[in-house]
């Protein structure tokens, strides 16, 4: 285009590209569809056109799928074992957060800032303070 419009303007240069690069494509939806698209540029009519063509393709392959029933009852034996297997796990991880509630502090040389007893931190302290704090 450089070559054979030397002369012309760049804007007028990128606009007749894109008027032949329409011209070429074979599909006639997509040549269609790109021209509407009224494309400034080389880099966008053909970013455009390759994202149609991507489109009407998996359109096309989509319309072929459809849906399969299952008419045994094995889905209801996968529900019970799945709901099953879910109540488990709650199980063990409401044993395992209440077991850990519990578990006093590994190391047992801490000491309680507010207490100054070894054993357990300030947060967990139990020890009743005369002047409460808001």
Known sequence: MSL?????PQDVRDSLAVQYFVDAVKDEDTQHATRLMDAKDLKSALT??????????????SRHVRSIEIEDDTGKEKDEKF????????KLLNSHVAGKKNT?????????????????????????SPNPEN
């Open 48 to 61: 455009y056109s390759m994202k149609y063509e991507a489109a009407k393709t998996v359109s096309k392959t």
């Open 83 to 90: 709901d099953c297997l879910l109540k488990t796990l709650e």
């Open 104 to 128: 006093p502090r590994r190391n047992p040389n801490v000491t309680c800032w507010k207490c100054n007893k070894k054993g357990h931190v300030q947060r967990d302290c139990q020890t009743i």
């Open 4 to 8: 054979s419009y030397a002369e012309c």
